[in-house]
């Protein structure tokens, strides 16, 4: 589990590989005749990378559940859940604004300008919206902003107010 962390969180850029386990190896040193575990990981490696942000959406534009719900699970084991909310919340902040102007038959270049995006990440968005409905990503904005508050004000399990706000978007 801790070669497919390591994998997971450093992706497969190999001067990124090479570096990250040069600094493993300076901080383990000490351990070479022992198995080290993902938990001993976790303290050391970067976590909630841009790779990994992307690798989310990506999952959550081909609606691929199980996949997006995993990474999601993974990632609020290290990271602070109002992040990963965050996360969840552009998600829908940038699936509306092209939605509103793609109904204005806004050209992708501008859609693309206006909305931030590179005009990649619009084509690719485009699928996916043509199945979905404004109101449904409203609705999942406003669980954000109940479980903003939630996530800040109880103990409630994080996982699963995010793993139910994540299952919005695929309705």
Do not use: W
């Not at 994998?7 to 080290?36: M, R, T, Y």
């Not at 690798?55 to 990474?71: C, E, Y």
């Not at 990271?79 to 509103?100: D, F, Q, V, Y």
């Not at 919206?129 to 954000?144: R, Y």
């Amino acid at each position: 589990s801790a070669v497919e962390f390591v994998s997971e969180v450093i992706g497969e850029n190999l001067f990124d590989i090479d570096n990250e386990l040069k600094k493993l190896s300076l901080i383990f040193h000490d351990k070479l005749s022992e198995n080290i575990s993902r938990n001993d990981l976790i303290q050391y490696l970067p976590v909630l990378k841009t790779e990994h942000i992307f690798k989310l959406d990506n999952h959550i534009i081909a609606q691929k559940k199980g996949p997006a719900l995993s990474m999601l699970y993974d990632l609020s084991q290290r990271e602070n859940p109002l992040g990963l909310l965050a996360i969840i919340a552009n998600h829908c902040r940038k699936s509306i604004k092209i939605m509103e102007l793609l109904a204005n038959r806004t050209p992708v270049s501008e859609i693309a300008s206006r909305a931030k995006l590179p005009p990649f990440v619009v084509k690719k968005y485009l699928p996916y919206l043509k199945k979905k409905k404004i109101s449904g990503f409203s609705k999942t904005l406003t669980m954000c902003h109940e479980a903003d508050k939630t996530l800040k004000t109880t103990k409630t399990s994080a996982d699963v107010i995010l793993s139910s706000i994540v299952i919005t978007l695929f309705d």
